[in-house]
């Protein structure tokens, strides 16, 4: 399945530039790992690092004036001071063994402030500087090539391409059988998302349901703490509120596991023997929490936000269909501090028992959790001196290496500041 090697941001709100990964112009570069923590200070950017693949899904559903709109319109999302689009990169692997390609997308305004897709384009790695494409819009207007092979290249940059001229070149043969001429109608709306819904675009339309199938946490206990109408569903939606009908999906469709979750939930959180729900006369549900000390059970309203969450995230994991891309911020939030070690285990064995499908993104500010991952897991998001974002892997510095080599925790060093960039500087 599926795997991000790499993601570039440009001109997001306080992210001017920022890469993580591997690109086709940084092949020098390690690519993303199955298990990513960004971690650093409050207001360095980690938020605005999780909206961006917020945003990019947003706006293959419903449309980039939506995707923009929602956040404040598009001049809160660009960079200040800046006069650019907003361009999102994603180098991305279908495969295991298969080349990588490259999706770009670069948003702008109009003459009347409307947000729209002013480029969109999507090159497959051919391994040296120039890239056949699959997609190349400008405008909403441009070519689009049908199959499983991409043909036709451009330059190292993407720019020089002349896709007018190529297309109707005489004696191009293959590629302007295989390529068609395109208009489309709505230039508010991202051309994979219109031209990923066709058979004769199985590249596109792979891609597409990539990013269909991400899964962005935007959990919120009380949310979960809500009594929805009763009835399965399959997966636990971004802010939990179905935390009920997934329990009754999996006690239905996977009651063994289920029992494994329940096994560890109870490892972790000590006395919860039993989790099931419980249909009301008007056809809500409830949660229950049965603990071994108390004849009665606790429904959802009435347990802690440390263990809504917890049980919440083993639920996730233990999806059978699991998410190509799990991406949760912060989940430290309201958990016990000896948690977030076993929980960022649990994370990392999630990718392992899924290698072939599934990445976990975590933003964290907690020493804790750091402590369970490895250097190239790593990534810290901080200040530059003009107020823009700067990332770097903590792999990337040998002697943070050499100390964790030699049994000193990340999350340890983190706190004591060898980390950070004057930490970094004065060792």
Same mark, same amino acid.
């Given at each position: 399945?599926?795997?991000?090697?790499?993601?570039?941001?440009?001109?997001?709100?306080?992210?001017?530039?920022?890469?993580?990964?591997?690109?086709?112009?940084?092949?020098?570069?390690q690519p993303l790992t199955a298990m990513t923590a960004v971690i650093g200070k409050?207001?360095?950017?980690?938020?605005?690092?999780?909206?961006?693949?917020?945003?990019?899904? %947003? =706006?293959?559903?419903?449309?980039?004036?939506?995707?923009?709109?929602?956040?404040?319109?598009?001049?809160k999302l660009r960079t200040q001071g800046q006069v650019g689009p907003i361009d999102?990169?994603?180098?991305?692997?279908?495969?295991?063994?298969?080349?990588?390609?490259?999706?770009?997308?670069?948003?702008?305004?109009?003459?009347?402030?409307?947000?729209?897709?002013?480029?969109?384009?999507?090159?497959?790695?051919?391994?040296?500087?120039?890239?056949?494409?699959?997609?190349? $819009?400008?405008?909403?207007?441009?070519?689009?090539?049908?199959?499983?092979?991409?043909?036709?290249?451009?330059?190292?940059?993407?720019?020089?391409?002349?896709?007018?001229?190529?297309?109707?070149?005489?004696?191009?043969?293959?590629?302007?059988?295989?390529?068609?001429?395109?208009?489309?109608?709505?230039?508010?709306?991202?051309?994979?998302?219109?031209?990923?819904?066709?058979?004769?675009?199985?590249?596109?339309?792979?891609?597409?349901?990539?990013?269909?199938?991400?899964?962005?946490?935007?959990?919120?206990? %009380?949310?979960?703490?809500?009594?929805?109408? =009763?009835?399965?569903?399959?997966?636990?939606?971004?802010?939990?509120?179905?935390?009920?009908?997934?329990?009754?999906?999996?006690?239905?469709?996977?009651?063994?596991?289920?029992?494994?979750?329940?096994?560890?939930? =109870?490892?972790?959180?000590?006395?919860?023997?039993?989790?099931?729900?419980?249909?009301?006369?008007?056809?809500?549900?409830?949660?229950?929490?049965?603990?071994?000390?108390?004849?009665?059970?606790?429904?959802?309203?009435?347990?802690?936000?440390?263990?809504?969450?917890?049980?919440?995230?083993?639920?996730?994991?233990?999806?059978?269909?699991?998410?190509?891309?799990?991406?949760?911020?912060?989940?430290?939030?309201g958990l016990y501090h000896k948690l977030l070690e076993t929980l960022a285990r649990?994370?990392?064995?999630?990718?392992?028992?899924?290698?072939?499908?599934?990445?976990?993104?975590?933003?964290?500010?907690?020493?804790?959790?750091?402590?369970? $991952?490895?250097?190239?897991?790593?990534?810290?998001?901080?200040?530059?001196?003009?107020?823009?974002?700067?990332?770097?892997?903590?792999?990337?510095?040998?002697?943070?290496?050499?100390?964790?080599?030699?049994?000193?925790?990340?999350?340890?060093?983190?706190?004591?500041?060898?980390?950070?960039?004057?930490?970094?500087?004065?060792?």
């Amino acid at each position: 399945m599926a795997k991000i090697e790499g993601f570039r941001v440009r001109n997001f709100k306080v992210l001017k530039d920022v890469t993580l990964g591997r690109l086709q112009l940084r092949k020098d570069k390690q690519p993303l790992t199955a298990m990513t923590a960004v971690i650093g200070k409050n207001g360095v950017g980690k938020s605005a690092l999780f909206d961006a693949f917020g945003f990019l899904a %947003d =706006a293959l559903r419903s449309g980039v004036e939506d995707a923009c709109d929602s956040r404040g319109g598009f001049d809160k999302l660009r960079t200040q001071g800046q006069v650019g689009p907003i361009d999102f990169e994603v180098y991305y692997r279908d495969r295991e063994n298969t080349a990588p390609f490259t999706y770009e997308v670069f948003i702008d305004v109009d003459q009347s402030g409307r947000p729209h897709v002013s480029v969109e384009r999507m090159y497959e790695d051919r391994g040296n500087v120039f890239s056949s494409f699959f997609l190349y $819009l400008e405008q909403a207007r441009g070519v689009v090539w049908k199959g499983k092979t991409a043909v036709g290249s451009v330059d190292e940059t993407g720019q020089g391409f002349d896709y007018l001229k190529w297309a109707n070149a005489a004696g191009a043969g293959k590629e302007v059988k295989d390529a068609g001429w395109v208009e489309l109608e709505d230039r508010r709306k991202l051309g994979i998302a219109t031209l990923g819904a066709l058979k004769q675009h199985p590249r596109i339309s792979s891609f597409r349901r990539f990013i269909e199938g991400w899964y962005l946490s935007y959990f919120t206990p %009380d949310a979960a703490r809500g009594l929805p109408l =009763a009835g399965p569903q399959k997966h636990l939606n971004i802010h939990g509120d179905n935390l009920g009908n997934v329990v009754q999906f999996m006690e239905r469709e996977h009651p063994q596991r289920f029992q494994t979750i329940l096994k560890n939930v =109870a490892a972790k959180i000590p006395g919860i023997d039993k989790i099931d729900t419980e249909r009301t006369n008007d056809g809500r549900l409830l949660l229950r929490f049965n603990d071994k000390g108390f004849q009665n059970p606790f429904y959802a309203q009435q347990v802690s936000d440390g263990t809504l969450k917890v049980f919440a995230y083993l639920l996730l994991l233990e999806d059978p269909t699991p998410p190509p891309f799990l991406c949760i911020e912060e989940p430290e939030n309201g958990l016990y501090h000896k948690l977030l070690e076993t929980l960022a285990r649990e994370f990392r064995e999630y990718t392992r028992r899924n290698r072939s499908s599934s990445q976990v993104f975590v933003t964290t500010h907690q020493p804790y959790f750091v402590d369970a $991952l490895e250097p190239s897991e790593v990534w810290i998001l901080e200040k530059g001196a003009d107020g823009f974002s700067t990332v770097r892997r903590a792999s990337d510095d040998p002697i943070v290496n050499n100390m964790v080599a030699e049994g000193l925790p990340l999350g340890g060093l983190w706190y004591s500041d060898y980390l950070d960039a004057r930490g970094s500087d004065a060792h």
